[in-house]
Every structure is written in structure tokens, then in C-alpha cells.
């Protein structure tokens, strides 16, 4: 087995430096929903400082969502994922996830079309024929784009869990994306750890990657509301708060950032909920989205990761709309826009 600790980023520092200044606590969702210390980054580290071990705090531990909003406003620079992940690893894994991966090893990898970028799209965009296409066509204006046949969603949720991956299942994942010069991740804590696999291509989240097209940023408008997906906003936050900080003054959008310009998750899904081990508890979507959308007036919501699509389906009337299908709708307005013009 190949331990997903061994390949990402290594803190500097862990539980032991945690001041209990509390600052994770403003931008956590788990606080946000249920107001218990016990369930934050700051709860889980002063148990530790107190001689807690995994098992004891093992509820904390499954209920982190690691969107990572956390790491940025931490003063002591602690790698509050990985602690979180490194505590993962010493509970109980899930069954029948290893015989899962273990299927993918077993298939051989698919030989990957010679082709300068690779979109990995993720299981929720994959769902969506439609807007996959339409993410395609966009991406491969820049260049020759071929689709990863294999999406990871094993290690994916591997990643998720702190599990340890089958060395041969990590390198059938890895070998067709080799030969890429650019790789396009729409999951963002796949993209984290995929920077230390391959260092020598350029790895880009898809809502960058989609939103830095000419025909996608001229759709955007004043009135949308879009909605960043905070994993990989946050393991890049210092070069990314810059670069949405333009996206913003270019478009006029707002965005789900707070005050602090740390981006609010749409929805807050605990371990269990994501492995299918436990229903999602009633609102819990719901919380989330309507802090995003309160006090803001916007007519359409825009997505980088559909996976939001729901948690904002169930708050608001509003179009929720993924990126690639804006220049849909932006081709559709001119054209529409001609033919009244022509008549």
C-alpha cells in the first residue's frame, strides 16, 4: 500500500501549536451549523494537546468537510487538513473500498490520446453529458484536450478518508497523464494531491481553467452570483485570492467569499455522508447556501463544481448554471439578439 500522506504537502507544524485564538471558527461550516466546539479544528487540537487520541474525538473527526477554509486564517500556519486526514487514518476505514480499488488495478490503463491538456471532470460532471461537452469544446479552443478515461473517484474518496491506495491502483491513475503538459481537475482535493504527483505539469483547477476563457468571462455579469469551489481555492489561496479579486473587477459578480475573502462552501457533507454510511441531515444543505446567498442580489448563480447544484436547488428559485454553460447561454443571447435585429 502507498500512503496518500507520504505524497502531500507535509506541515510545519500540528495540533501542538494550536493558541486557541479561535479564527478557524469564523469561516468553518461545521460551526456554522452546529455551534459545537467539539467539531472544529480548534476543538479537535486542544483535545489532542489534552491527551485525546483519534478514537476519542472520532465524531470531529468524520464531520470535517475539508474545505480547507480553515488554513488560510490560522496565524499559526498549521496544515489543519492533514491533521485532520492524518487522524482519519488511525480510525476504522469504510468496507469495501479497498476491494473497490482494487477492481480499478485490476483494469489495464487506457492508452491516453497525444493531446497538450487532460481534463479530469470528476463523477458530478461526468453525470452531465451536456455540460461536459460544452466544458470540452470551451478548453480545447486553447489546445488539443483529450478526457481522462479514469477519473480517480476511488482515490478521490481515498483522499477523502485519509485511506491508503494500492501503489499499482495510484500509478494506473497516473501513467496516461504523464505525457500532458496541462491537467484540468474539477475535484479540488484530487488536484491538491495531484500537484506532488506530477511536479512537472501545470495543474489547474477547472473553474480556473474555464473562467479564464475570453467567451466564458464576457457572460458573466453584475447580478451573478459564482460560486467557487473552496478545496482548491484554498490549497492555492494566496495566488487565487488575486486572481478572483480580478475576475471580480473584470465581470462586476460577487462571489461566495466573506469578509476575509475565504470562500464559503455550498454544502457541508460529513465522511459518513459521503461514503453513503449516513442519510445528510435534514437542512444541512440548506444552512450553507442560504448564508451565501443572504443580503445578495443576484439573478442567476454560477458554479464551478456541480456538486453545489443541489444545496442551492433546495434554497432558491434562482437558474444555477455551470461555467461551461455559459457561453452556451451568452451564444444563445446573440444569437437571439441578431434575429431581432433581422426582424
Not at 473517484?153 to 491502483?169: H, N, S, T, W, Y
Not at 467569499?257 to 461514503?275: E, G, M, S, V
Request: proline share 7%.
Amino acid at each position: 500500500m502507498l500512503s496518500l500522506a507520504k505524497n502531500a504537502p507535509q506541515p510545519d507544524k500540528d495540533f501542538a501549536s494550536c493558541s486557541g485564538c479561535g479564527l478557524c471558527l469564523l469561516v468553518c461550516p461545521v460551526w456554522r451549523r452546529t455551534h459545537d466546539l467539539a467539531l472544529t479544528p480548534l476543538g479537535r487540537a486542544k483535545a489532542l494537546q489534552h491527551g485525546a487520541n483519534a478514537a476519542d474525538i472520532a465524531v470531529s473527526v468524520q464531520s470535517c468537510t475539508l474545505c480547507a477554509a480553515c488554513e488560510p486564517v490560522c496565524p499559526e500556519d498549521i496544515g489543519l487538513v492533514e491533521m485532520t486526514l492524518d487522524l482519519r487514518r488511525r480510525l476504522p476505514q469504510p468496507e469495501g473500498e479497498q476491494a473497490r480499488m482494487q477492481e480499478q488495478t485490476a483494469r489495464p490503463p487506457a492508452p491516453q490520446p497525444a493531446a497538450t491538456a487532460v481534463l479530469i471532470p470528476g463523477t458530478a460532471l461526468r453525470e452531465r453529458p451536456v455540460t461536459l461537452a460544452r466544458a470540452q469544446a470551451l478548453l480545447a479552443r486553447t489546445g488539443k484536450l483529450a478526457l481522462a478515461d479514469d477519473d480517480g473517484a476511488d482515490i478521490a474518496l481515498a483522499l477523502e478518508a485519509g485511506m491508503p491506495v494500492p501503489k499499482q491502483r495510484l500509478e494506473r491513475f497516473l501513467q496516461p497523464l504523464r505525457r500532458a503538459r496541462k491537467i484540468i481537475v474539477a475535484d479540488g482535493l484530487l488536484l491538491r494531491n495531484a500537484r506532488q504527483w506530477l511536479p512537472r505539469a501545470e495543474l489547474v483547477s477547472l473553474g480556473v481553467a474555464l473562467s479564464g476563457l475570453t467567451t466564458v468571462r464576457r457572460a458573466l455579469g453584475a447580478s451573478d452570483l459564482y460560486v467557487i469551489e473552496p478545496r482548491a481555492y484554498h490549497a492555492d489561496y494566496q495566488r487565487l485570492v488575486k486572481y478572483y479579486d480580478g475576475l471580480r473587477a473584470a465581470s462586476g459578480c460577487t462571489f461566495n467569499l466573506d469578509l476575509q475573502r475565504i470562500a464559503i462552501p455550498a454544502a457541508a457533507p460529513t465522511l459518513p455522508q459521503k461514503f453513503g454510511l449516513e442519510a445528510a441531515a435534514g437542512g444541512d444543505d440548506g444552512v450553507q447556501a442560504r448564508w451565501i446567498l443572504q443580503g445578495r442580489n443576484v439573478t442567476r448563480i454560477v458554479l464551478e463544481c456541480m456538486e453545489d447544484a443541489a444545496a442551492f436547488n433546495s434554497v432558491s428559485g434562482l437558474p444555477v448554471v455551470h461555467l461551461a454553460d455559459l457561453a452556451d447561454d451568452g451564444n444563445r443571447r446573440n444569437n437571439d439578439s441578431r434575429n431581432d435585429n433581422q426582424a
